[in-house]
T-cell receptor
Framework: ETGVTQSPTHLIKTRGQQVTLRCSSQSGHNTVSWYQQALGQGPQFIFQYYREEENGRGNFPPRFSGLQFPNYSSELNVNALELDDSALYLC????????????????FGPGTRLTVL | RKEVEQDPGPFNVPEGATVAFNCTYSNSASQSFFWYRQDCRKEPKLLMSVYSSGNEDGRFTAQLNRASQYISLLIRDSKLSDSATYLCVVSRVGTYKYIFGTGTRLKVLA
């Protein structure tokens, strides 16, 4: 197992509601990335946090927001939920050395399956 | 056109067969390459990184062709437990995000 945990495992919400998903990174890792995976598709990058700051964002609207805490755990918040937000939300943790430009290997948590009705 | 493209399959092969998947990427600035395996309704798990010189891990061999912008995964002596979706992942210089293909489904038949 990767040591990356996510909560909750499943969630059902209705349109217009807000949701917060949580991720604890693997011990020793300082970077957390969030991905959305719709059924039958590959994961799509939402954003990444490094040293508590957003460090790159995919093509997602501002109602997707996040945080990283001093212990490197992270939250993903989604406001004004839409039906198309139904997906598996994956968190991945990695360790980045400052100043190193190559991509660090990412290890995924089990995901949160969100259903929006 | 998607930045990373894979044949979705499914590839149905008998146990013991050799199977190969290709993945093409469109951005020549791509720098890092990986294969992940994903079981149904589970998270992606790192199978192997892909290096320029090619690399092997047991029954699995990965190759990178920068000139033609594709990577490949070869699985020898397929096992029933190899049945899964194989995700091709590319990352560009200057970014740290992963760009995934849609995945190739493999089913190994007894």
């Amino acid at each position: 197992e990767t040591g990356v945990t996510q909560s909750p495992t499943h969630l059902i919400k209705t349109r217009g509601q807000q949701v917060t998903l949580r991720c604890s990174s693997q011990s020793g890792h300082n970077t957390v990335s969030w991905y959305q995976q719709a059924l039958g598709q590959g994961p799509q990058f939402i954003f990444q946090y490094y040293r508590e700051e957003e460090n790159g964002r995919g093509n997602f609207p501002p109602r997707f927001s996040g945080l990283q805490f001093p212990n490197y755990s992270s939250e993903l918040n989604v406001n004004a939920l839409e039906l198309d937000d139904s997906a598996l939300y994956l968190c991945a943790s990695s360790f980045r050395l400052a100043g190193i430009g190559s991509t660090d290997t990412q290890y995924f948590g089990p995901g949160t399956r969100l259903t929006v009705l | 056109r998607k930045e990373v493209e894979q044949d979705p399959g499914p590839f149905n092969v008998p146990e013991g067969a050799t199977v190969a998947f290709n993945c093409t990427y469109s951005n020549s600035a791509s720098q890092s390459f990986f294969w992940y395996r994903q079981d149904c309704r589970k998270e992606p798990k790192l199978l192997m990184s892909v290096y320029s010189s090619g690399n092997e891990d047991g029954r699995f061999t990965a190759q990178l062709n920068r000139a033609s912008q594709y990577i490949s995964l070869l699985i020898r002596d397929s096992k029933l437990s190899d049945s899964a979706t194989y995700l091709c992942v590319v990352s560009r210089v200057g970014t740290y995000k992963y760009i995934f293909g849609t995945g190739t489904r493999l089913k190994v038949l007894a």
